[in-house]
């Protein structure tokens, strides 16, 4: 008989009663502080003692937002196609618009670099004082923007085409996938490494219940985009996590499923049921 597990005691460090529904989270690297995204597009900026650095509150409402390692800085994408850059206080160091819808936003590492995509399949790379640096056209709309720790790469997708990026704006690469499978989201493994990605396949199916979903597949890409594996799952999943090394994918699936993988091997390591 194996021995019992014992249960770790849990402590609740701090709460905090938000005026509004809370919907997205962001740590630095480094744990220093945390973001928080609210329903109505507030920002809030958190020490890890509960401290309220600072919120920002306004009209132009906040869509997406990016810490660097030390938390010292924060990139943010608005509603009104904006962008900014803050530092410690709620006042934005610069902004810019972009004159287009915005799908993501990262901010490297050590906050040199401020990475934007758009909805109509630009990729804009910033410097930390706001300057222009270049832009690259896709044909469809940007997402999954990551650089890795070092900043000297970074990866994206835009329709069916991983993009794999130096820091200077150079096209190191791009991998293309047939029509047959949709691009859903992709991670860089902190060392720039490996790439993960899953998408959805043309297979349709019919569940107990009646309802249609499509497969899953789990790929990963080394970084000169040669595929190391790619494995098929008959359900649809709703995240894919990478490891800091690369060496563990996580998945969870709409049917409450968490698999998880120990590359560069394809077999899953692990299916649990919630």
Partial sequence: ?????????????????????????????????????????????????????????DNDEIK?????????????????????LFSDSKKPIWSYNIGNSITDISISPDGSLIAIGTVDGRILLFNQSGKLIWNYKTTESVHDIHFSRDNSVFTTYSGQNIYFFDSSGKVLWNKEFSDEYKLTQVCLSADGSLIAGRSLTDNEHIDDEGGDFRNSTIFLLDCYGQLIWNYEFEEAFSELSLSDDGSLIGASSFEKKNISFRSPWSNPLEKKDE
Avoid: H
């Fill in 1 to 57: 008989m194996s021995p019992e597990k014992k249960s770790k005691k849990v402590e609740l460090l701090w709460d905090y009663q938000a005026k509004e529904l809370v919907r997205t989270f962001c740590f630095s690297a480094a744990n220093l502080v945390f973001g928080a995204r609210s329903d109505n597009g507030n920002l809030y900026l958190f020490s890890r003692s509960k401290q309220l650095l600072w919120n920002y509150m």
């Fill in 64 to 84: 997406y937002f990016s810490l660097s390692a030390d938390g010292s800085l924060t990139a943010a994408s608005s509603s009104n196609n904006y962008i900014y």
